[in-house]
């Protein structure tokens, strides 16, 4: 079983930068499409960014533009540049695996990340 965790998150202003990094435990994480997640307080848990092992990219249309997902496969990392941050980004956020198929790993504890002037 892979063990994630995640970091980065803070309290930010609108407009503002966070760079999140998500540590994943185990060489199986060279195999998988990697995914960004997010769940604000009283919604689901939604997807918001994805890259495959060969580093393509998949933007949810509400952060497409502001925000980058990059993966360090010597460093089993996964990193979430996220810019021009808005009030609406307020959530966890977590990483896993994106494969539509197939149980997801153990979620990690996530990192919060509030954006309020």
């Known amino acids: 079983q892979v063990q994630l965790v995640e970091s980065g998150g803070g309290l930010v202003q609108p407009g503002g930068s966070l760079n999140l990094s998500c540590s994943a435990s185990g060489s199986i994480f060279l195999l998988y499409t990697m995914g960004w997640y997010r769940q604000a307080l009283g919604k689901q848990r939604d997807m918001v960014a994805s890259i495959s092992t060969g580093g393509s990219t998949n933007y949810a249309d509400s952060v497409k533009g502001r925000f980058t997902i990059s993966r360090d496969n010597a460093k089993k990392t996964v990193y979430l540049q996220m810019n021009s941050l808005k009030p609406e980004d307020t959530a966890v956020y977590y990483c896993?695996?994106?494969?539509?198929?197939?149980?997801?790993?153990?979620w990690g504890q996530g990192t919060q990340v509030t954006v309020s002037s």
């Open positions: 896993n695996h994106a494969r539509p198929m197939g149980a997801k790993w153990n």
